[in-house]
T-cell receptor, first 109, second 119 residues
Framework: RKEVEQDPGPFNVPEGATVAFNCTYSNSASQSFFWYRQDCRKEPKLLMSVYSSGNEDGRFTAQLNRASQYISLLIRDSKLSDSATYLCAVILNDYKLSFGAGTTVTVRA | GAVVSQHPSWVICKSGTSVKIECRSLDFQATTMFWYRQFPKQSLMLMATSNEGSKATYEQGVEKDKFLINHASLTLSTLTVTSAHPEDSSFYIC???????????????FGPGTRLTVL
């Protein structure tokens, strides 16, 4: 079983829609959680860290469910510029990031 | 702050040659850097952890004699792909671990990546 799994999508949504997707992790000892955004042929860029209490940054909301071992990302009022691949990443206790394969989101006009 | 650069951004080479990729932290010191590889439509896979002044730690399945890592200073780590073959063609990305006080200590700052094509 992979350490981090994501629904690859693609999620095709119209502008202004809300889109949400999850990422599951296999190791219950995982300590830190992140969402990254990766554009085609570019490096990943940190979108937000995910805290136990959940956190929001503008139109983006991330939540952590430790009991079910998943994190979620919700994007409200989607913009064309939100089209990208969203990677979740998890750290155990050795500072190494384990990435999911990414969820592709395409926002159409 | 926390900018990481990589050089070159892309390289095309013949099979059997060696390619060196540089990863630099431009405005902070990085005692720990990481090297990843990403094949099309796949996840970033950690290849090795590079520690300044000591030997790199390689992930299972990564050949240390093929992927030579040197972290000779607090701002530079290099990855050399020796005797490259077409199956080594990939997107190689480095990252540097955030120093204490600059960001969440678990955060990593990524370089822009190097696209390697081996003919």
């Amino acid at each position: 079983r992979k350490e981090v799994e994501q629904d690859p999508g693609p999620f095709n949504v119209p502008e202004g829609a809300t889109v949400a997707f999850n990422c599951t992790y296999s190791n219950s000892a995982s300590q830190s959680f992140f969402w990254y955004r990766q554009d085609c042929r570019k490096e990943p860029k940190l979108l937000m860290s995910v805290y136990s209490s959940g956190n929001e940054d503008g139109r983006f909301t991330a939540q952590l469910n430790r009991a079910s071992q998943y994190i979620s990302l919700l994007i409200r009022d989607s913009k064309l510029s939100d089209s990208a691949t969203y990677l979740c990443a998890v750290i155990l206790n050795d500072y190494k990031l384990s990435f999911g394969a990414g969820t592709t989101v395409t926002v159409r006009a | 702050g926390a900018v990481v650069s990589q050089h070159p951004s892309w390289v095309i080479c013949k099979s059997g040659t060696s390619v060196k990729i540089e990863c630099r932290s431009l405005d902070f010191q990085a005692t720990t850097m990481f090297w990843y590889r990403q094949f099309p439509k796949q996840s970033l896979m950690l290849m090795a952890t590079s520690n300044e002044g000591s030997k790199a730690t390689y992930e299972q399945g990564v050949e240390k004699d093929k992927f030579l890592i040197n972290h000779a200073s607090l701002t530079l780590s290099t990855l050399t792909v020796t005797s490259a073959h077409p199956e080594d063609s990939s997107f190689y990305i480095c990252s540097a671990r955030a120093p204490l006080g600059l960001a969440d200590y678990n955060e990593q700052f990524f370089g822009p990546g190097t696209r390697l094509t081996v003919l």
